[in-house]
């Protein structure tokens, strides 16, 4: 492995010294570094006869090809975060260079023939490499990996403390806030406040596992809670609402589970606490209630919680902890319950069930799915025999067990599909109702050999190990495509809502330079959008380095020229601008034409200048991603 690993340092210093950019010199040196091991590799294990039978070639190739995607999604997000720190080109190679070979020793071990790691301790390997390579990820690419205009959104919260903002609570505002202080502004301090919420979820998803299966499987639900796609991107990933969400969500279904199949008074408090904090971070939580509702009703045994304190203690500190939202409401006419409630259906009426069911197999893959007819069969093993001793039938197995799970799926399923009959689901809206699942699917992947209903065993052994793997191959590719680029590979133009605002910024300030030196004042900068635009720039250029010389940028969203501007309607009322000159920047040339922006200005500038974004940076390509277009307005008249 070290010839390999030294081919492919040369090879990729020089190409770098031959102008090539780092995504390509880095792919370049380090696929041919490992076809050089490989062959070495080969020539020495020729004639050698394996201990025990090897994996199939496919399954080996299988393996090897996730091993290398990994190898290079993490080198790739190590070389990025090393440039962005300051280091050298160099360096920022040996770093790379010394994660991807690191990885690639690691990997190997996960080559050997099951026979070689039987039972639960392969499952056991194989949830830990899972979740070490989802942590190493989010970690190296914090910093890196490009800013998307709903986090930026929310950092504008987060510089804005209140008790509560129009279209979300103010949880994520909060913690925004909280790891900036700790850590200071930027991409990374967000975003380690999204990793904080992974921890805690996959930490309650294990928990609440352990109550219904064994130690590998139970494993292996927390592993697959922060691989699926839903968890990957909002919880360690990208900071938005579901980060803390999906984290008391997690957190209320193990004490929920305490408190309604195990009768433990005092789990109806840690509840109280989850879902106060789920209401505090997004109100989908409020779902919770009716499947909590549900499980009483159809249980004979927990309908003696009706005639407890207990519940209704935990309601009060749910209401106590929402108190903030409720209080923000009352003094803004309700603008969030309005917003969220019939704001949410006075949209045209459009039959969206499919799109639900698709958004549902985006967000969770189809695993969780395809182990839910389970929940219906009282016997999920195979009939006393070799089987019996080493895979007893699971606690999940049992008749309560199984009704807590299947109403804390189906009724807030039931809620989405019923609003999707006749409005647009959002993405990620079914996300945290599949947490309920996870100990379910790790028990079924991980005694796939016992299971017998339905086929199932069968369908977990061939479809499980495929699906985390292209998984893991999708998240390394995706990161290092997005941030160092991958030749021949090309970015779809909607990337310029994320990718190349940090140069486009400072382009926008050297024009905010400009006009304070013509005219003495400094302008405003509009995004001609609902917030993406407004949000980006407010990022980048509210804080520039000292050294720059460059002055903090005032930046907004103005109804009058947006049609909507969510939150900066709120914190800029059109008046607060009478007067002023303002930059307007948009994605479409048209939004910037006289006929439509002429009424609002004393004077408006005759040129539209491009913006140009692209893939700038730290070890970034420079491919152009897409052109935006700003425009000067002076005499603002609201």
């Known amino acids: 492995m070290g010839f390999g690993a ?139 990996f490009p800013l998307t205009p709903e986090e930026a959104y929310y950092w504008n919260y987060s510089i804005r403390p209140a008790l509560g903002y129009l279209d979300h609570p103010p949880m994520v505002a909060w913690l925004i806030a909280l790891f900036e202080a700790v850590f200071g502004h ?33 494993l292996m639900a927390a592993a697959f809670s922060v691989l699926m796609p839903y968890a990957f991107f909002v919880e360690g990933l990208m900071i938005t609402p579901d980060a803390p969400l999906a984290a008391a969500w997690a957190a209320a279904l193990f004490f929920l589970h305490r408190a309604l199949v195990d009768d433990d008074r005092r789990a109806w408090y840690g509840a109280g606490i989850a879902l106060g904090i789920g209401m505090l971070s997004k109100y989908t939580i409020v779902i919770l209630g009716p499947a909590a509702l549900a499980f009483c009703l159809l249980d004979r045994r927990a309908r003696a919680w009706f005639l407890r304190p207990q519940p209704y203690l935990a309601v009060l500190i749910v209401a106590l902890l929402f108190t903030p939202v409720i209080y923000w409401n009352f003094v803004n006419d309700w603008a969030s319950f309005r917003f969220q409630s019939s704001g949410r259906f006075d949209q045209a009426t459009q039959f969206s069930l499919h799109t639900m069911l698709g958004n549902m197999l985006i967000v969770a893959t189809p695993l969780p799915l395809m182990v839910l007819p389970l929940l219906f069969a009282s016997r999920w093993t195979a009939k006393p025999g070799p089987f019996a001793a080493t895979d007893p039938e699971p606690a999940h197995a049992e008749v ?134 407004a949000s980006q720039i407010a990022f980048f ?38 007067g002023r000159t303002l930059v307007m ?17 004393r004077e408006l500038e005759a040129d539209v200048h491009p913006l140009r974004l692209a893939n700038t940076g730290p070890g970034g390509d420079g491919r152009h991603i897409a052109d935006y277009y700003y425009r000067i307005g002076h005499g603002f008249r609201p």
């Open 186 to 218: 930027g991409v990374a301090s967000m975003r380690l406040a999204s990793l904080a919420s992974a921890v805690v979820m996959a930490t309650f998803v294990h928990r609440f596992a352990q109550r219904l299966v064994d130690p590998p499987a139970a």
């Open 400 to 533: 309560r067990n199984r009704l807590f799970v299947g109403c804390f799926v189906f009724a807030p399923l039931a809620v989405f599909a019923w609003s999707a009959l006749k409005h647009e689901p959002r993405l990620n809206w079914t996300g945290p109702i599949w947490l309920a699942t996870l100990p379910l699917l790790g028990w079924a992947m991980v005694r796939a050999e016992a299971l017998q209903k339905f086929g199932l065993g069968t369908v977990m052994r061939l479809t499980a190990g495929k699906v985390i793997g292209a998984l893991l191959v999708l998240y390394a590719l995706m990161s290092y495509h997005l941030v160092l680029g991958i030749p021949g590979v090309p970015y779809a133009p909607s990337l310029s809502r994320a990718i190349g605002w940090p140069s486009a910024t400072r382009e926008l300030q050297a024009v905010q330079t400009r006009l304070v030196r013509e005219t003495g004042v400094a302008p405003v900068i509009v995004g001609m959008d609902k917030y993406n635009t």
């Open 541 to 578: 250029g509210a804080r520039p380095d000292a050294s720059s010389g460059l002055a903090p940028m005032t930046v907004t969203s103005i109804e009058a020229l947006t049609g909507n501007a969510l939150m900066f309607t709120f914190w800029d009322p059109p008046g607060r601008f009478d």
């Open 585 to 601: 920047v948009s994605r479409n040339r048209e939004a910037l034409e006289t006929a439509r922006l002429a009424p609002h200005f």
């Open 6 to 144: 030294a081919i492919d340092l040369a090879l990729t210093l020089v190409l770098l010294a031959r102008g090539m950019t780092q995504g390509s010199a880095n792919i370049a040196g380090f696929l041919a570094g490992m076809v050089a091991w490989l062959l070495i590799r080969a020539w020495q294990d020729r004639g050698a006869q394996p201990s025990v039978a090897p994996r199939p070639l496919a399954a080996r190739a299988g393996i090897h090809g996730v091993v290398v995607a990994l190898a290079l999604g993490l080198r790739g997000g190590a070389v990025a975060t090393a440039l962005a720190y300051g280091l050298p080109g160099w360096l920022a190679v040996v770093a790379g260079l010394g994660v991807a070979w690191g990885t690639t020793a690691i990997g190997r071990t996960f080559q050997t023939p099951p026979a070689a790691h039987p039972g639960d301790r392969r499952w056991t390997r194989a949830a830990v490499g899972i979740m070490g390579a989802i942590i190493l990820l989010h970690l190296l690419y914090l910093k890196v």
